[in-house]
């Protein structure tokens, strides 16, 4: 569910007109709810409040401070993948006793940083990477909570860019060899083990992989509890899809994947956290664009828009689709011509849909494609020199432009000219 409805023959965004926004702001740009950020993050707090939890959300889903802010008001913790993240968790204002550290490459200036700011943990990828922890650990004088992430080879049954829990991805440490790793872990100075973690990939559309990886976590928690170790903390990742065709059979809700979590790992006694990532954010943000032309070529008719790849990569990288709605609401009889919907960028790959079926559009129209809020702003460049395009929040009926465009100036003066031309 998202608040971004048709009212009075108009898209709005809870009570603010999108095309309103169009005109102050300039297409296109990523627009956000409030609304349907909070609620998505207050289902998955709701679905773990059966025990001790702390829902840390995925900021790699979706970054800017004001939608860092509002989730941090709400009680999230951070999910963080580098020193940028784990600095932008910070300025939000989320105390380091909520900050999870994950991501296959920590560096040691990035263990430093997260060990001086202050860190609940990190969920360790490798063995080099657990020893780099211990060293830096030991010269600072402190003592790193960790997690081993273990990879428990299982089919997350989604697009393979983004599957992570099989043996062949460059995830975690294999499950078969945890009892080894953690037994070094324990002989390490400076590490301090906390628990288990797992994450095995993401835009996950059924329960039974999280099943199946839970399982044989609980499992591992036996074991390593029988080996001595203090497992407290159970990090199950993220990963719960969202329905990105209104055709595509519902992924399951958070009170469904909540229950199973209590099913599976619910007798352990652990505190659990999870690291949701798109579902809260992803269809909480659209993405806003104008139509420059219709062109009518040999046997298509192309939408060319002012958004691109560049702005909105998902389709070009993971073959994804996404809903494409005119902002003015269409009549209900009028009848649907396809259109291939293009952006502006000299690759073929620049097309976000092919044969579309859309109520005819004119150039200057505006369209919304759904479900952009998740992996749309924070994958974006600068290629061929279009700006990053505005991010803006909604709540209620007031608007604000949370990341601004860049003008031309600003991008061109972040080069700098040596001295030699
Ligand atoms: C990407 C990622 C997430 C978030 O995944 P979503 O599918 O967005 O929920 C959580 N944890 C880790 C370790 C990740 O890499």
Sequence with gaps: MDHFIYQDGTLRAEDVSIAEIAATVGTPFYLYSTATLVRHFRLFDEALSWGPHLVCYAMKAASNQAILKTLAQEGAGMDVVSGGEYARAIAAGVSGERIVFSGVGKTADEIRA????????????????MRAISQVATELGTVAPITIRVNP????KTHAKIAT???????????????????????????????????????LTQLE???????????????????????????????????????????????????????????????????????????????????IY????????????????????????????H???????PEAATELTPYDIVGPVCETGDTFAKGRLMPPLQA?????????????????????????????????????????????DEIINRDNLPEWL
């Design 114 to 129: 997260a060990l001086t700011g202050g860190i609940r943990q990190f969920n360790v990828e490798s063995e080099p990477e």
């Design 209 to 291: 992989p999280f099943e199946q990886a839970y399982q044989k976590v609980a499992d591992l928690t036996e074991a390593l509890r029988a080996d001595g170790h203090e497992i407290t903390r159970l990090d199950l990742g993220g990963g719960l899809g969202i329905p990105y065709a209104r055709s595509n059979e519902a992924p399951p809700l958070p009170s469904d994947y909540g229950a199973l979590i209590q099913r599976t790992l619910g007798h352990l006694g652990c505190e659990i956290e999870i690291e949701p990532g798109r579902l809260v954010v992803g269809n909480a943000g659209i993405l806003v664009s104008k139509v």
């Design 364 to 408: 200057d129209d505006l369209v919304a494609f759904r479900s952009a809020g998740a992996y749309g702003a924070v994958m974006s460049s600068e290629y061929n020199t279009r700006p990053l395009i505005p991010e803006v929040l909604v709540k209620d009926d007031q608007f604000s432009v949370i990341r601004a465009r860049p003008t031309f």
């Design 165 to 203: 829990g099989k043996s062949e991805n460059k995830f975690g440490i294999p499950i078969s060899r945890a009892r080894e790793v953690y037994a070094e872990a324990a002989r390490l100075p400076g590490l301090k083990v906390v628990g288990i973690d797992v994450h095995i990939g993401s835009q």
């Design 323 to 329: 809903e494409i709605v005119p902002v003015i609401e």
């Design 294 to 321: 219709v062109k009518n070529g040999e046997g298509r008719d192309f939408l060319i828009l002012d958004a691109a790849m560049n702005d909105l990569i998902r389709p070009a990288m993971y073959d994804a689709h």
């Design 153 to 156: 080879d299982v089919d997350a």
